[in-house]
């Protein structure tokens, strides 16, 4: 056979290729408007279909088309591991997995393992696909959480994290963003995961640092994430370490004070809940007269977000009222009483939600006793 037939058959088979990688871009294209849509069955058919073949050309041109593959796999991944949304008569939605939640995991895993293979050895012979490596191991990382492999799933973030550890040294500007989130999803990993205590508080403080960085850069896009850094690190301590959960919801208040005055609708809530939280480990530490000032701020805000959001925010002004109650039962039983009334209103009007429950039965044993 010539050179020529040859080139004509090598020129045959490219086209050949292409038609076929259109088709397969067809089926993404189709595949993302059907999850739109929210009609996942029709995506995740379209996407699989993508898929086969890719794959069929992965295996005659690797070089050309395994990086297709694997984009078509994380779609996939992305899919199993997205929530439908249905129309209740309410005119409200509610949320849930396509498939059960086993089931749809389980598809996740595996094709974003298939990605990760794949990626693995692309990156390998060009680190341009660093990022798309970053981006599987996070995907993976958040679907072992929803299986409960929680040791895999900080693997997979310890990943993630090393990986554009290496890219923002190269380039800051764009990645640090990307290493500050890393971290925080680490520390999450680490405080789920027993012993590993000081590990989830290296990585808490390495995403604090770098979120501070990038507040003083750019405030109003970074420092709702510098907030949130400081809440999480709060929690963490939990009141075990109680300066160190002082300062760090102290520090956090302080940043959505600032947040709530440019957007108080957006941060109002977060505001409240940070005081609330910070007036229990004040409370628990019997610091009372910083506790009442925690409270009340809380209680201010709780309020004005009840007014116009009863259902959303009534139960933790309840909270509020409740546990302020408990302070001044010490030397002040009349405002106690007062204060527990007007928890045990609100709490009536919920007695589904196992706080308010509670509260039901507290009270109302405690005002039996008061009669």
Known sequence: MSEVDDEKRSKRQTEKFKEEARLAEEFLSLAHDS????????????????????????????????????????????????????ALASGEFQFGN????????????????????????LTEHNPAHAPDLAACYHSLGVVYTRVDRMKESVEADLKVTQIYKRLAEQDPLTYEPELA??????????????????????????????????????????????????DFLASFYGG?????????????????????????????????????????????????????????????????????EPEAFEKSLAQCYNGLGHIYMDYDEEQAFSLWHAAYEIAKKYPDDVICAWMIAFLSAIFEEEE
């Open 98 to 121: 396509l498939f059960s939640d086993t089931k749809s995991n389980e598809e996740a895993v595996k094709a974003y393992e298939a990605e990760l293979g794949i990626l693995k050895r």
């Open 240 to 308: 075990i370490r109680y300066a160190d959960t002082k300062a760090a919801y102290e520090n956090a208040i302080e940043i959505y004070k600032r947040l709530a005055g440019r957007d108080p609708a957006r941060y109002e809530p977060n505001l409240a809940d940070v005081y609330y939280n910070l007036a229990d480990i004040l409370k628990d530490a019997d610091a009372y007269e910083e506790a009442i000032e925690a409270y009340s701020e809380a209680i201010k805000l709780y309020r004005r977000l009840a007014e116009r």
């Open 35 to 86: 999850g739109e849509a929210d009609c996942v069955e029709e995506a995740v058919e379209a996407c699989e279909k993508a898929v086969a073949i890719y794959k069929r050309l992965a295996e005659q041109a690797p070089v050309t088309y395994e990086p297709d593959l694997a984009r078509s796999y994380h779609a996939l991944g992305a899919l199993y591991s997205s929530t439908r949304r249905t």
């Open 181 to 230: 989130n890393s971290y925080l999803s680490l520390a999450i990993g680490y405080h789920h995961v027993s012993p590993a205590y000081w590990e989830a508080e290296e990585a808490y403080k390495n995403a604090i640092e770098i979120y501070k960085r990038l507040a003083e850069r750019d405030p109003e896009e970074y420092e709702h994430d510098l907030a949130q850094c400081y």
